[in-house]
């Protein structure tokens, strides 16, 4: 089990760790940052840099405010063929009820990212025999608070391939103070939306020309008049403008 940890003192861990048996102790992989003082994408990169290092076959990602279902890494691992560079399961509220649709069997195109994204660290795998380190080094240029978005995104756009793992999922916490927000249509949300896309379609607009397309879409502020009140039928990672068009 590898775990970063870019916050805490060691000592401090240490004696944290001692709630639990040794035998799951000694299963840590603990790499201290704790004085590098991370912001989430480097921190995000410093640990796929760590797999890679440590020669991982098979990354199971998971944020520490979220929690998976208890047969998640054994149906990961079981469902797990090598020909994917990345795989997926269905998010679940708290409460037990989808966060989102049941999610696509195999994400294979830019597509079905462009303007929302179902991809995080909480839900997803990644083959890192399928990752080179100059690929992850490249990633650096992903300045952004939503990076989870920016990853899945470039590893689209390289031409990687995405599989649905079933019969398990995460729980994820929705919650105001969350960076995505609880896809509440108003007026600030959507602002926050807005930005959040601009910025991420430029970082994206060198891979792909339809970024620029985006770009000029998103620059209009009625985008979020638009759209203000209106109900979202799912809820998408920056999915509540996605259904605005021209018109």
């Not at 004696?15 to 603990?30: E, G, P, Q, T, V």
């Not at 990602?61 to 994917?84: H, I, P, T």
């Not at 989870?148 to 079933?166: E, N, V």
Request: aromatic share 12%.
């Amino acid at each position: 089990m590898l775990l970063i940890n870019d916050n805490i003192p060691m000592d401090v861990l240490a004696d944290r760790l001692k709630i639990y048996k040794k035998s799951f102790a000694d299963r840590l992989h603990i790499v201290d940052k704790s004085t590098y003082k991370l912001l989430p994408y480097e921190l995000r990169i410093e640990l796929l840099f760590e797999a890679l290092a440590d020669r991982t076959e098979l990354l199971i990602l998971l944020d520490c405010d979220d929690m998976a279902k208890s047969n998640r890494v054994s149906e990961v691992v079981k469902q797990y063929d090598g020909k994917y560079d990345f795989y997926y399961n269905d998010l679940f509220l708290l409460n037990g009820m989808n966060a989102m649709p049941r999610l696509p069997e195999i994400t294979n195109k830019i597509e079905c990212l462009l303007e929302c994204n179902y991809l995080g660290f909480s839900n997803c795998a990644i083959n890192m025999r399928h990752i080179k380190e100059e690929f992850i080094e490249s990633l650096k240029e992903g300045t952004t608070e939503i990076f989870d978005w920016y990853l899945f995104s470039r590893m689209l756009l390289a031409g990687m391939t995405g599989k649905r793992i079933g019969n398990t999922g995460t729980y994820y916490r929705i919650y105001v103070n969350n960076i995505a927000g609880i896809s509440k249509c108003t007026i600030s949300e959507l602002e926050k939306e807005r930005h959040i896309k601009l910025k991420h379609y430029g970082m994206l607009k060198k891979y792909d020309g339809r970024y620029r397309e985006l770009i000029e879409k998103y620059e209009n502020p009625d985008i979020c008049r638009c759209r203000i009140g209106s109900d979202t039928n799912a809820y998408f990672w920056w999915g509540m403008l996605s259904e605005w068009s021209d018109r």
